[in-house]
């Protein structure tokens, strides 16, 4: 997991081959404008999803973890949103077996730690990084991109 600002991203490139493109179409963009769904950026091995939601409880937010994609998730406007996160090797469980086709697989187990993202910063998350995103209170505006490993 990594925790940052946009204006660091270029530390971040060399990380898997798709992450410097992935970093320069998020500082590009004036994702305020952009609407709301899946936009495919480089066919499926780089797309994001724009989402305006209403965060939940820590309770209501599940740990999920991805086989095929990172995640780079970056606030755009919102106070803030706070993520749980866990080591995937400590998860212990399941809501069900792996969803192949839509990666992603949900789990109970509570998280070992929480950290918050304000508008202007990224996370990173990797197949290793068990998630809980939209943690919070209030509406945000966010941008999660997904990277094919």
Request: net charge negative; with cysteine.
């Amino acid at each position: 997991m990594i925790l940052d600002s946009l204006k660091n991203a270029a530390l971040y490139y060399g990380v898997s081959p798709r992450m410097k493109k992935a970093f320069e179409l998020m500082a590009s963009t004036d994702w305020t404008t952009v609407e709301p769904g899946i936009h495919e950026l480089d066919g499926r091995d780089i797309y994001v999803n724009v989402m305006e939601r209403e965060l939940k409880t820590k309770e209501a937010a599940k740990l999920e973890v991805h086989d095929e994609y990172i995640d780079i998730q970056m606030l755009i406007t919102g106070k803030c949103e706070s993520f749980g996160w866990s080591e995937r090797c400590n998860l212990t469980q399941p809501q069900g077996a792996f969803n192949r086709e839509k990666d992603i697989q949900l789990f109970d187990d509570v998280p070992q730690t929480y950290y918050t993202l304000y508008p202007g910063q990224f996370t990173v998350l990797f197949p290793e990084d068990g998630h809980a995103p939209m943690v919070g209170e209030g509406v945000v505006r966010k941008i999660i991109f997904k990277v094919r490993k």
